[in-house]
């Protein structure tokens, strides 16, 4: 066997010669076939190609390091959090059931809001048929109950007793004037 790689040095100092001694091809070459005076062989490069490798993989970069640093802060914080919560909730469990039956039923209004102003948009075009006077009384029913549920997004615990009973009455007015034809 042979050495390994001698045919491309050859090759490249055949390129050379063919070029011309001394011409521009030769300038920066050294004698062992490249411009860094290392010999092309397989296992230079595989070494080089190692160290190069190991090079990069040993120092994290600076968003490598930014990330790993967020990462072990969040982690903590998540850590604190949930030592901290699970004492709370049980001492605030009632607390939130009643925010969560509350929020059910404003949801509940909320969509019986909606399906009361969407017949009303379904009206429209009949009552606009029989007059201007039935179309006002349609869109001041359809802004009252519109009012209702913009409050709804607004309210508080304070308010949302007196926010339901006013939409209940105007709800309750509402299927009274759908009983009566409009």
């Known amino acids: 066997m042979g050495r390994t790689g001698g045919g491309a040095h050859r090759a490249i100092r055949d390129g050379r010669e063919?070029?011309?001694?001394?011409?521009?091809?030769?300038?920066?070459?050294?004698?062992?076939?490249n411009a860094a005076g290392v010999a092309l062989r397989p296992t230079?490069?595989?070494?080089l190609?190692?160290?190069v490798l190991a090079a990069a993989g040993c120092r994290p970069s600076a968003e490598q390091r930014a990330d790993r640093r967020a990462t072990t802060e969040a982690e903590e914080k998540a850590s604190e959090a949930t030592i901290t919560s699970?004492?709370?909730?049980?001492?605030?469990?009632?607390l939130a059931r009643s925010v969560d039956a509350r929020r059910d039923q404003?949801?509940?209004y909320r969509a019986r809001l909606q399906d009361a102003l969407d017949a009303l948009d379904a009206r429209r075009a009949d009552e606009k048929r029989r007059g201007p006077a039935h179309l006002r009384a349609l869109d001041a029913r359809r802004d009252v109950?519109?009012?209702d549920l913009d409050a709804l997004d607004r309210t508080n615990d304070?308010?949302?007793v007196v926010l339901k009973a006013r939409i209940d009455r105007d709800l309750r007015e509402?299927?009274?004037?759908?009983r009566r034809g409009g």
């Open 145 to 147: 109950l519109k009012h």
């Open 106 to 108: 404003q949801l509940a």
């Open 18 to 33: 063919r070029a011309g001694a001394g011409g521009a091809a030769d300038a920066g070459w050294h004698e062992n076939g």
């Open 49 to 51: 190609a190692v160290s």
């Open 86 to 94: 699970a004492v709370l909730a049980s001492a605030e469990q009632p």
């Open 158 to 160: 304070q308010d949302w």
């Open 174 to 178: 509402h299927s009274n004037d759908e």
């Open 44 to 47: 230079n490069v595989a070494l």
